[in-house]
């Protein structure tokens, strides 16, 4: 469960929190929560080597984009850290020397967790829409699935849903496909040839 301070919280307080938690301020609160669980770290990483293959390094994809895990952003007053974030080349076309940034990525993939769902989509998601942010993606390594929204002026819309193995070719990231099933290497894997019982 994400344990928030007493607003007011400075960015002092966020630097004296535990390494082994993650800290974020959101409305002037400290929010803190575990580190991921094993299960949520290999989807994220797994996730992560699927686009930074094709968008970062341009192999099977167009290039163009730089990715970071569990980055420090600054978006206005607010820091939040997600698990995976993407920015296309002329939004960063440097990298800053802190250990933070406040250029908004266009892409923000968050890995719900049980302890951490509910702030993630009450919370961080509106977040996210205020600054601008193009494309969310929430993964649920636990439930098997990807759900995707694009920015639709001020608010998230609806843009798919992706369960199991199915293919995962969704804007910004439709050059190239992969299966969402590599991202769980631990169960059994799915026979599409037969009906489900």
């Known amino acids: ?30 929010v803190t929560h575990p580190r991921p669980s094993p299960r949520h770290a290999v989807a994220a990483n797994g996730l992560g080597g699927e686009i930074t293959s094709g968008y970062q390094h341009g192999r099977g994809g ?20 997600p698990d995976i974030a993407g920015w296309r080349r002329e939004q960063l076309p440097t990298l800053p020397k802190n250990a933070y940034l406040e250029t908004p990525p266009d892409w923000v993939c968050e890995v719900l967790a049980p302890d951490t769902e509910a702030f993630v989509r009450i919370t961080k998601r509106p977040l996210y829409a205020q600054a601008g942010i193009e494309s969310l993606w929430l993964l649920n390594p636990d439930e098997l699935y990807l759900v995707t929204f694009q920015l639709a002026g001020e608010s998230w819309r609806w843009q798919d849903f992706i369960c199991r193995a199915d293919e995962v070719k969704i804007p910004p990231f439709d050059a190239a496909p992969f299966s969402l099933g590599v991202l769980w290497p631990f169960d059994e894997p799915i026979d599409t040839s037969k009906p489900p019982a």
């Open 62 to 81: 167009p290039g163009g984009w730089v990715f970071m895990v569990e980055p420090e952003l600054h978006l206005g007053s607010n820091v939040v850290v």
């Open 1 to 30: 469960m994400a344990d928030a301070a007493p607003k007011g919280a400075t960015y002092a307080d966020l630097e004296a929190v535990s390494p082994l938690l993650v800290a974020e301020i959101i409305h002037g609160a400290l």
